[in-house]
């Protein structure tokens, strides 16, 4: 009886495990309802939930790069910075970290870009509920090691993940969910007002930028109200190899009105080649994102779409994809361009956070050159560094001429080269070869953590364009309270 008993609870088991296997699917995005189509985590929505102490006049932009927990790290050393950095607004003292209109991200820098969307001064210190420090929550615990017991020790889970519409990205954006957002949707995003944000990750199918807005929804016919934001950062920083795709379905566009930039572009108005010869970048731009919506004709009509999202890194390493389109076209729902044609925006400020490390290699002493691997890793690098100082470089330009042009006019504007803060700039060569080898990893020790957050203030401070900045809008720095104790090194290698 006992034998007969105990062989029906693991055939139950089995089954149970079966039909978990069978019925496990990711966390399925909404299809936009049309109903209200200024719905979805947009710009312009932000504004009723914007306090009066961040004026447009005054445009910041803030960009994360990738990195692992050292990029999240540092990005968060720097809103450490600009939180004790005071300016002076239309005649009043604001915090500068309160002026900032949009944050756009990747990777490492989005863990941080997003807990400070939805959690903003309780990130830094909360007496109420200590554990909603960023540091707290995620800087100083070891996640690698929460991730691998669910892996490892849940049966329940194996059988999730030997389900096809289920994987490690999955799981894995459940946990930053559960231990990280706290549930947290693009909903919450939009009730916190601006700044912004951009949490950028890399469509493998079509190898372009993928951001997680409702302007970019709006091309697969979804709506991001209800989407968690854990989902978008695990997409963010879904490193190639290590997790699989985290997937979004791409709906029927009847409910979606197409942007009629896009149209223009293609020269669908006109019946001519559109922007082809003209602006083949922005002809580019619209022909993918046409691309969503013109789905196989030769599809059954009950077949699903989907879009394939991974690690941002190779296609925006630095975040600063998104906020050069709005500074260099009128196309961006949130066009600076156009605010600052309008006379909306007198002054812009692009601050660039750039966590890249720089790793020891003993290549140059073995016979054997490298592998195909790291050929290929070292041209996805340099070519991402060279499309992004390039387009640095010709946006610089551009806005430079349309601020002379309106200078003329009779508007005093004002747009800054963007202050670049990267490992570079540390002076000590020493100290800069230590942080430019800290790893790039999930979990890092919290004393590496507290040093790359201590360096950033530095940093800052030492910037030329940031100096400059804080002496036209009579800037003020106080002493952010240092993590490290007094003698500590800054750096661990």
Sequence with gaps: ???????????????????TAACAHFRVNQPFSGEDPRAGYRYASLAEHTGP???EELFVILTFSGGGTRAAAFAYGVLEKLRHTTIEVDGQRRRLLDEVDVISSNSGGSFTAAYYGLFRDRMFDDATDPDARFANRFLERDLEKTILSRVLFS???????ASPGFNRSDLTAEVYDDEIYRGRTFSDLLEQGRPYLIVNANDTTRGIRFEFTQDQFDLICSDTTDYPVARAVMASSAVHGLFGSLRLRNYDKANCVEPPWIASALGERTGNRGDLDVNRERYRRARFARSYRDKDPGAPDDAKFYVHLSDGGTVDNLGMRAPLWSLRSTDPSWSVLRKLNLKKVKRIVVLSVNAASEPRSDMDRRLRGPGPLALIEAAVSGAIDTVTLDSIQVT?????????????????????????????HIRDPDLRECFKNVGTRLTLAPDVTRGVRRISYDLVSQSAGFRRFLADVNGAEQPVPSPLPPDAPYCRK
């Design 1 to 19: 009886m006992t034998g007969s008993l105990l062989g029906a609870l693991r055939l139950f088991a089995l089954c149970a495990l079966s039909l």
């Design 396 to 424: 610089e330009n551009i806005i430079g001429n349309r601020i002379r042009n309106l200078k003329k006019l009779g508007w005093d504007a004002v747009f800054y080269p963007p202050i670049l803060i990267d490992f570079e």
């Design 53 to 55: 102490e961040n004026s």
């Design 155 to 161: 049966p329940l889970n194996w059988a999730r993940l």
